[in-house]
């Protein structure tokens, strides 16, 4: 899955492909300005961003896909990728 940001628009490319997550911004903006307009966090380079964030981006897709995402969050949690105790995911920011 893609984060694909231009401006103040954000959009969900790639749906379909669970086993990356990035953000491109297209304005190369620093990763807190980034967050800002995702409503997360940013830290070293990547942003922490909410999954409800993620799973509003690709509602158009569906129940089966959002519990997709929400597996995908879980299997990456022992590698430090999702927080369940913030429901935030570290998506790392294209250079």
Same mark, same amino acid.
């Given at each position: 899955?893609?984060?694909?940001?231009?401006?103040?628009?954000? #959009?969900?490319?790639? /749906?379909?492909?669970?086993?990356?997550? &990035?953000?491109?911004? *297209?304005?190369?903006?620093?990763? =807190?300005?980034? =967050?800002?307009?995702?409503?997360?966090?940013?830290?070293?380079? /990547?942003?922490?961003?909410?999954?409800?964030?993620?799973?509003?981006? &690709?509602?158009? /897709?569906?129940?089966?896909?959002?519990?997709?995402?929400? =597996? *995908?969050?879980? #299997?990456?949690?022992?590698?430090?990728?999702?927080?369940?105790?913030?429901?935030?995911?570290?998506?790392?920011?294209?250079?």
């Amino acid at each position: 899955m893609i984060l694909q940001l231009a401006g103040d628009r954000v #959009a969900l490319l790639e /749906h379909d492909t669970f086993d990356k997550l &990035g953000i491109v911004d *297209t304005d190369r903006r620093p990763a =807190a300005a980034i =967050a800002g307009v995702l409503g997360g966090t940013a830290d070293d380079g /990547h942003v922490w961003v909410p999954a409800a964030r993620i799973l509003e981006l &690709g509602a158009e /897709h569906g129940a089966e896909w959002a519990d997709s995402a929400r =597996a *995908t969050f879980r #299997a990456v949690e022992r590698f430090g990728w999702y927080d369940a105790a913030t429901d935030r995911v570290r998506v790392h920011v294209a250079p």
